[in-house]
């Protein structure tokens, strides 16, 4: 007897933390509802069969989110301050076989020019000063604060510099971490590996269009606008 109350205290247990669980999860994703109705978007769940659909193609050519289209488990789209915008969450399982492992990653990208080069933006690691050393160098700017921050690689270094003006390098400076950014093909792409906070999300969201509204203006002139 003794023992099938202690089974039936620990089904117990499991059934409370599974229910405390589901119900924070649920008060997560309404906060988060709120967030992108407050900043005039529109979120879908389970968006995506395939890869043709339009919020998906800022982000088709980022390797980090494996599994392509079918692994975003939502998309938002609509516009910040006139500029077009579209935001993702994607998730991809790794196994070891012993361990599985969800990888979750939080995209947003944002209209730019067309003719604006491909430009990456990765943390500065103890690799890339390395290769600094044997002559791989990338590009420098004027903060130094930046060039120790960040990794830059651009198709295009005289056009990367007039976009990545001295204001808009103190903004990367001050970025969360875990985060990475791409240029290029007409969008404006911030990465971060983690689901996100709704306390965090609407800064988020605005990332790529804050950098925007740093360029200079000609460099900003066939930005298409909501």
């Known amino acids: 007897m003794p023992f099938m109350w202690l089974v039936l205290l620990v089904a117990v247990v499991l059934v409370i933390i599974f229910a405390l669980a589901s119900g924070a999860r649920r008060k997560t994703q309404q906060s988060l509802e709120l967030v992108f109705q407050q900043a005039g978007l529109v979120r879908q769940d389970n968006p995506f069969s395939s890869g043709s659909d339009f919020r998906w193609h800022p982000f088709s050519q980022l390797p980090v989110l494996k599994g392509g289209a079918k692994r975003v488990t939502w998309a ?8 077009d915008l579209v935001a ?8 070891t076989g012993q361990v599985t492992t969800f990888i979750t990653h939080t995209a947003v990208a ?7 080069p491909s430009i990456d933006l990765k943390p500065e690691t103890v690799f890339h000063r390395l290769a600094d050393r044997l002559g791989h160098g990338d590009v420098e700017l004027e903060s130094d604060r930046f060039n120790r921050r ?4 651009t198709s295009d270094p005289d056009l990367a510099l007039g976009i990545l003006t001295p204001e808009a390098q103190a903004m990367l400076e ?7 950014w791409s240029i290029g093909q ?8 983690s689901g996100i906070k709704p306390e965090d999300l609407y ?3 605005r990332r790529p269009v804050d950098l925007l509204e740093l360029v200079p203006p000609e460099m900003r002139v066939d930005a298409p606008r909501a």
């Open 110 to 116: 944002c209209r730019c020019p067309a003719f604006w």
């Open 174 to 180: 001050n970025v969360p971490r875990a985060e990475t």
């Open 186 to 193: 007409g969008w404006v792409r911030v990465v971060r590996r």
């Open 76 to 83: 938002a789209a609509g516009s910040i301050d006139g500029c």
């Open 88 to 95: 993702i969450e994607h998730q991809y399982v790794v196994s």
């Open 203 to 205: 800064a988020y969201l």
């Open 150 to 153: 960040w990794r830059v690689k």
